[in-house]
């Protein structure tokens, strides 16, 4: 069956960076799309960026411009989701989701995100 | 960047009942517009895509319609199970963005 399995939770300093991992597995990996959202205590979801899996273009919310790098490793059915120059207001959980790439066509798609991670909680604390 | 908007924040109902939620845009979306659920603990649930799409496995009590910048989702006979938080999301394009969910609660 299709799973999206995130690594565990984390805790970090200010200034810090953080890695988190996205395994897919059940399904053909560079069929997909992973994308990364936010959600902050009390927020709403918040879109970070996407990785096209085939080719490895990527694709960041201006808001995350700079400090946010996703990138995949395809022989481990793994995307990645770094983080850098954490602050308090980082403090959230973090999930990968799977859009279907023949979905989309430019900055549109078609579908939703059918299956996401179980989330990754990271807490930025001095 | 394309703004969300959904009414009501919460509301409180009972099982059977029909619940509607509207979804606004801040701009014409087409058709790209989603629906999830989500249950405290878990990741959102897709719903419904392109409007009125279900998407596989959801029960056919939901619903949605809509297009351009205004959209509803409407379960028609609320169950037990269905009590959440529900959030639309435009895919039309980049940064795709989400409402600010609507929690139904049970009355």
């Known amino acids: 069956q299709v799973q999206l399995v995130q690594s565990g939770a984390e805790v970090r300093e200010p200034g810090a960076s953080v890695k988190v991992s996205c395994k897919a597995s059940?399904?053909?990996?560079?069929?997909?799309?992973i994308h990364w959202v936010r959600q902050a205590p009390g927020q709403r979801l918040e879109w970070m960026g996407r990785?096209?899996?085939?080719?490895?273009?990527?694709k960041y919310s201006r808001k995350f411009q700079g400090r946010v790098t996703i990138t995949r490793d395809t022989s481990a059915s793994t995307a990645y989701m770094e983080l850098s120059s954490l602050r308090s207001e980082d403090t959230a959980l973090f999930f990968c989701?799977?859009?279907?790439?023949?979905?989309?066509?430019?900055?549109?798609?078609?579908?939703?995100?059918?299956?996401w991670g179980q989330g990754t909680l990271l807490a930025v604390s001095s | 960047d394309i703004q969300m908007t959904q009414s009501p924040s919460s509301l409180s109902a009972s099982v059977g009942d029909r619940v509607t939620i509207t979804c606004r845009a801040s701009?014409?979306?087409?058709?790209?517009l989603c629906w999830y659920q989500e249950k405290p603990g878990t990741a959102p649930n897709l719903l419904l895509y392109?409007?009125?799409n279900l998407q596989s496995g959801i029960p056919s009590r939901f619903s949605g319609s809509g297009y351009g910048t205004e959209f509803t989702l409407t379960i028609s006979s609320l169950q037990p199970e269905d009590f959440a938080t529900y959030y639309c999301?435009?895919?039309?394009?980049?940064?795709?963005?989400f409402g600010p969910g609507t929690k139904v609660q049970i009355k």
């Open positions: 392109a409007t009125s």
């Open positions: 999301q435009q895919s039309y394009s980049l940064p795709f963005t």
């Open positions: 059940g399904y053909s990996f560079t069929t997909y799309a």
């Open positions: 989701a799977r859009v279907l790439h023949r979905h989309c066509s430019g900055d549109s798609c078609y579908s939703g995100f059918d299956f």
């Open positions: 701009q014409s979306v087409s058709n790209y």
């Open positions: 990785i096209n899996t085939a080719n490895g273009n990527t």
